[in-house]
């Protein structure tokens, strides 16, 4: 029997990345998944992968987002699981970040996400269940250089996530998940430059960067009923990368190296 038997999810950004991993494993679960991104396109070939529905939708629209989602509602008689994972980041220093980039990181990450809760929480709310999990960043809670207005976006979604669990318990859970370094066409830019990630990858404690299907995996631990008593939590998929205090941890592993006996 699978954890998700017999339940509808809406996965947004779902064609490619964590998106894509997660209604592949939702899938393997028994949900009944429909695919929102604005690739359209690809969507349709990740729905036809995991026999859901697929929908072209930019989550900026709000308007746009409340009648899919009423759609897949009213075609599937129900609505269990939203994960809000459409995100896109930019790496520059703050002070040259332009209004027209700052509004789009804000709100494809920011108010995307508040536009899912807000149109998913009262078909949940009218049905008495429903869990929402949204995709942060450890960006939000330890930022790194050159992606202030990506972190700012993404500390939002923590603060979103909190106060939908206040709003909307018992009936919907709120959670969020927060990872690390992970492998997607979103962080291919890395891959390019081995000379410059390799030692970020040998800092990260796990000794590695991510899978997308690591973070599928808690994404629907949250969604599921294992997490029946847990919401308004923000859980960090990293592989411990945010434990070190600013390479200081690497240095002194070499210090201890260099003057440890033998
Ligand atoms: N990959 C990482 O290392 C990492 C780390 C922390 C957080 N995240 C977050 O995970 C989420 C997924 O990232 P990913 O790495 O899988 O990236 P990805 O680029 O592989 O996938 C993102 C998907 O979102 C879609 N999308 C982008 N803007 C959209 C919009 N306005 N409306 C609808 N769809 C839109 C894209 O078309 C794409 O299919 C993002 O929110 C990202 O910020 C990723």
Known sequence: MGELDGQVAIITGGASGIGRATAVRFAAEGAAVAVLDRDGETAARVAEEVGGSAHALDVRDGEAFARVLRAVADVAGRLDVLFNNAGTGD????????????????????????????????????????????????????????????????????????SGALEYGPSIRVNCVAPGHVRTPLTAVWEQFPDVFDPVARAIPLGRIGHADEIAEVVLF??????????????????????????????????FERFSPG
Not at 114 to 131: C, D, S, T, V, Y
Not at 229 to 237: E, P
Not at 241 to 254: K, N, R
């Open 91 to 162: 790496l520059r220093p703050l002070h040259t970040v332009d209004d027209k980039l700052w509004h789009r990181l804000i709100d494809v990450n920011l108010t995307g996400t508040f536009n899912g809760i807000r149109a998913a929480a009262p078909l949940m709310l009218e049905a008495g269940r429903g869990a929402i999990v949204n995709n942060a960043s450890v960006s939000a809670l330890t930022p790194t250089r050159n992606e202030a207005a990506y972190s700012a976006a993404k500390a939002g979604v923590v603060a979103l996530t909190k």
């Open 222 to 255: 949250l969604a599921s009923a294992r997490a029946s008593y847990i919401t308004g939590q923000t859980v960090v998929v990293d592989g411990g990368i945010s434990l070190p205090q600013a390479g200081t941890d690497v240095a002194l592993a070499e210090l």
